[in-house]
C-alpha cells in the first residue's frame, strides 16, 4: 500500500483549501500555494494583504507567475499601482534590468527581467514587494536588489505565506512549514 500523501488545511478569510505537498530534492515535503487558477483564494489572500501594506507605499513591484494575480487584486482594492518583473526576456523590452535570483525554493536558478519603462516607474519611489511566498528569500532579495537599481526605496515585503524563517522583515499573512 502508497502511503497517503500528506496536505495540509489552510483558511484565509472564510476560504479553506487542503494544499498539496510535493517533494523537493532533499528538502522534503514542501507545501504548494497555487493562486493561479484560485480566484476565490485570491481574492481572500489579497483582501486580508491590505493591512499589511506599509502606509507609505506609492508602487508595488511583483514577479510572475503565481504572485501576479495576488498582486493584481491587492493593486484593484488599494488603488496603488503595479510593476511586474518577468521570469524570461522578451523580444520587445527596452533596456532591461536583468538580475539574477541567488537561490530558489526549488532549487533551480533564475533571472528576473525588468523592462526599462517599468523600472522607471519605481525611480524615486516608495516601492512594497509583493509575493505569494517567501521561503529562501532569494526571490524577495533579487526583487530588492531591482528597485534599489531602478532608483527606488523598499518600504516593505508584503508576503502572503512566508515558509520558514527569514532574515527579512516580512509582513505577511500566515506561517507554513518549510517542509512536511
Ligand atoms: O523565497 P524563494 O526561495 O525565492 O521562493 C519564493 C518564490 O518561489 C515561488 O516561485 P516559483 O519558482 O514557484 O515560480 P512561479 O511563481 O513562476 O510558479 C514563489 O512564487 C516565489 O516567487
Redesign the pocket.
Known sequence: MTAPVPALRITVGDVTRELPTVRVGNVGRVPLVEF?GDSELTNAAAQAMLPLIPEETEVLLT??????PLTHEISDRSGLPYVVAR?KRRTYMQDPLIQD?P????G?A?TLWLDGPHAARLKGKQVAIV????????????LARLVERAGGTVAGYLVAFK?GE?PLPLRYLQELPRSL
Not at 509575493?131 to 533579487?142: I, K, M, R, S
Open positions: 493561479i514577479v510572475v507567475t503565481n504572485a501576479l521570469k535570483v537561490s530558489m525554493t526549488l533551480v533564475e509575493q505569494d511566498v517567501v521561503a529562501t528569500g532569494g526571490t524577495a532579495q533579487a515558509q527569514s
